[in-house]
């Protein structure tokens, strides 16, 4: 269904032919729909353009299934950088595959996609209701994890040789785009191998997906960082505490952790440039008139003050700069050509909040996430990720979760309200 130029249709590996054995529970129609747009002027713009109104496939379990869970075996990897909240998904798969479907085969494929080769030492793991009981406990990820592609047609061969009829990819928008190869090469070669997406990015930034997995961990950690950080700020003369989060090319992280301590004096973020004379301007003139400051940058912002080397990590992405040393040596040397005497304290708690527990909430999204995605497996969906969007869970297409990265919009009202939060200077250059 093309709607407005969005094209929410999800793929089918065939036709769904086999009673669904859960009883007892709400089922969804196919016909069910989670309209895009969430304002009336986005409605009417719609419909003004004669246009049949967005609307995403809404997630979860199905009168009629594609596969006969009896004969059905399973696989998850997780892939990329650790998040909180991926034993939680994991957990949930295995534990919904079991009690809903009485899937008794399920692979944990170990490393991310290195897992799904062929090499000696590759060999997955047998996942069961007993061997995920507690995992959800730990950070990281009980599979382990890597970064880098692999051959799709080699991880698909390994698929049909251990009778793979479903995958759950758990990983961020690279583990989203090595998903969708496997998929199409799975179709290629005629295979009913079902790949689902589970999106993981601690950054919060996949396109079509309202919140991922983890990012409410993540600022609920960063709270301990400024905390600390403006503690230390506060009992200095002309104190400074400088925290640096998560957020390669989105700032989520960062913006949400303004909001949640406004004691926060400056939000600094990939999507709004400053200049480092514009920013030290407006430092110098809150540490006069407060005596004190409080500053948290995300890890990508002002990547173009520093001479980056040009290297890339094994998924492809360029290696930053160290923002957070940057400005800490860079306000350490204007304050002291300025004659002005500064206690600063830099804290970077980026490791320590990915590699922690989930909190409640993002551990029972986690749970529904998961679930969410054994339901869309198990009625043939495939190349799909599934999404939460107007706060329900839903199916997007890969294409689309992978079409471009989610950023902030400074002219939205997320940053009007980090703004007006923080006091900083619409801009700083």
Not at 68 to 79: N, R, S
Not at 147 to 158: A, F
Not at 403 to 423: F, M, N, Y
Request: proline share 5%.
């Amino acid at each position: 269904m093309r709607e407005s130029g969005l094209d929410f249709t999800i793929a089918k590996i065939g036709e769904c032919r086999v009673p669904s054995p859960m009883s007892g529970v709400r089922f969804t129609g196919d016909e069910e729909r989670v309209l895009y747009h969430a304002t009336l002027e986005g409605i009417s713009g719609a419909l003004n353009a004669g246009a049949a109104l967005p609307g995403m496939e809404a997630a979860g379990p199905r009168r009629m299934l594609f596969f006969d869970p009896a004969k059905l075996a399973c696989g998850i990897v997780t892939c990329g950088g650790l998040c909180p909240g991926v034993n939680d998904v994991v957990r949930a798969v295995v534990l919904s595959l079991d009690r809903h479907y009485g899937v008794r085969t399920i692979y944990g494929f170990r490393f991310g996609y290195d897992g799904l080769t062929k090499r000696p030492g590759r060999e997955p793991l047998a996942l069961t209701p007993e061997s995920v009981r507690r995992i959800h406990e730990s950070g990281g990820s009980v599979l382990g994890s890597s970064r880098g592609p692999q051959d799709p047609g080699e991880m698909v061969e390994r698929l049909d040789e251990l009778g793979v009829g479903i995958l759950f990819a758990i990983g961020g928008d690279g583990t989203l785009r090595g998903a969708q190869k496997i998929g199409e090469e799975a179709a290629r070669r005629g295979l009913a191998i079902s790949v689902i997406g589970i999106p993981k990015t601690i950054d919060n930034d996949i396109s079509f997906v309202q919140r991922t997995f983890g990012f409410e961990t993540a600022v609920t950690e960063a709270r301990r960082a400024t905390y600390a950080a403006h503690a230390e700020a506060e009992a200095a003369r002309n104190g400074i505490g400088l925290v640096k989060l998560m957020g390669r090319d989105s700032g989520f992280i960062a913006a949400y952790s303004a909001l949640v301590n406004n004691e926060v004096n400056f939000c600094l973020v990939p999507e709004v440039p400053f200049t480092l004379g514009g920013f030290m301007a407006a430092l110098q003139r809150r540490l006069e008139q407060r005596g004190h400051a409080l500053v948290v940058v995300a890890e990508g912002a002002g990547q173009d003050l520093m001479s980056g080397s040009g290297e890339h990590d094994a998924s492809g992405n360029v290696k930053y700069g160290d923002i957070g040393v940057f400005l800490r040596d860079a306000i350490t040397k204007h304050f002291k050509q300025a004659g002005t005497s500064v206690t600063l304290k830099y804290i970077d708690p980026s490791y320590a909040i990915r590699s922690v527990p989930a909190t409640p909430h993002d551990a029972a999204f986690c749970l529904l996430l998961g679930q969410s995605a054994v339901h869309a497996g198990l009625c043939g969906r495939t190349n799909m990720a599934v999404s939460f969007w107007n706060h329900r869970f839903t199916h997007v297409p890969i294409s689309l979760a992978v079409s471009e990265r989610k950023t902030i919009d400074p002219q939205d009202t997320l940053w009007s309200s980090v703004v007006a939060s923080t006091g900083q200077p619409w801009e700083m250059r």
